[in-house]
């Protein structure tokens, strides 16, 4: 089984930083992908970035503002969020498709962790 947790949430004014983190744990035998979506109250989930291996793809709605990195010997991603705006209130979600030792790989999701983003 594999578990992903999600960290750094929070509230920060407009114009501001934060970084969230997604460390992925479990019987890990390969990662295809990880990334980062966020659902918005009464909107659907929409990915924001993702990475495979070295290659990365942003929403055009965070290119240039967001960036997406990996430690491969931590097994965790991170996602660098500047520039923030009201408009990037969400519950970000992090996702792998990931193979375990005794799995193909599948999808991954974790809970979330919510970033309020002030006027």
């Known amino acids: 089984q594999v578990q992903l947790v999600e960290s750094g949430g929070g509230l920060v004014q407009a114009g501001g930083s934060l970084t969230l983190s997604c460390a992925a744990s479990?019987?890990?035998?390969?990662?295809?992908?990880m990334g980062w979506y966020r659902q918005a109250p009464g909107k659907e989930r929409e990915l924001v970035a993702d990475?495979?291996?070295?290659?990365?793809h942003y929403a055009e709605s965070v290119k240039g503002r967001f960036t997406i990195s990996r430690d491969n010997a931590k097994i965790t991603v991170y996602l660098q969020m500047n520039s923030l705006r009201p408009e990037d209130t969400a519950v970000y979600y992090c996702?792998?498709?990931?193979?375990?030792?005794?799995?193909?790989?599948?999808?991954?999701w974790g809970k979330g962790t919510l970033v309020t983003v002030s006027s």
């Open positions: 479990g019987s890990i035998r390969s990662i295809n992908v």
């Open positions: 996702q792998g498709v990931i193979g375990t030792v005794v799995a193909a790989p599948r999808e991954y």
């Open positions: 990475i495979r291996g070295a290659a990365t």
